[in-house]
């Protein structure tokens, strides 16, 4: 069982930074696609980014502030989040499957982290 443990979470102010982690207990973790999703109170599971080798995915919501990079030596995925706003404000969760296609739904991976939440407020 593959173990997903986030970090990097916590409050910022909207136009700030944050940078979460996912790091993986899985050796081969560079043939897993791993993905980002959010939940806001109140709210569904959202897709928000997805990595597969050099291939990566956004939603329309953060396309342009939010990058999604991999550490394959560290076995680890991370989500840099620049000029945050309000509207971003949510549980941020990692998820995994080892599969060879990019996928934007929650039921589609086997794999999760516990969440890290990200708030922010001015």
């Known amino acids: 069982q593959v173990q997903l443990t986030e970090s990097g979470g916590g409050l910022a102010r909207p136009g700030d930074s944050l940078k979460l982690s996912c790091a993986s207990s899985?050796?081969?973790?560079?043939?897993?696609?791993v993905a980002w999703f959010r939940q806001a109170p109140g709210q569904e599971r959202e897709f928000v980014a997805a990595?597969?080798?050099?291939?990566?995915r956004y939603s329309d919501s953060v396309k342009g502030r939010f990058t999604i990079s991999r550490d394959n030596w560290e076995n680890t995925v991370s989500l840099q989040m620049d000029k945050l706003k309000p509207e971003d404000t949510a549980v941020y969760y990692c998820?995994?499957?080892?599969?060879?296609?990019?996928?934007?739904?929650?039921?589609?991976?086997?794999?999760w982290g516990q969440g890290t939440e990200v708030t922010v407020s001015s």
């Open positions: 998820a995994a499957r080892q599969t060879s296609i990019l996928r934007y739904g929650p039921e589609d991976y086997d794999h």
């Open positions: 899985d050796r081969t973790f560079a043939n897993y696609v």
């Open positions: 990595s597969r080798r050099d291939t990566t």
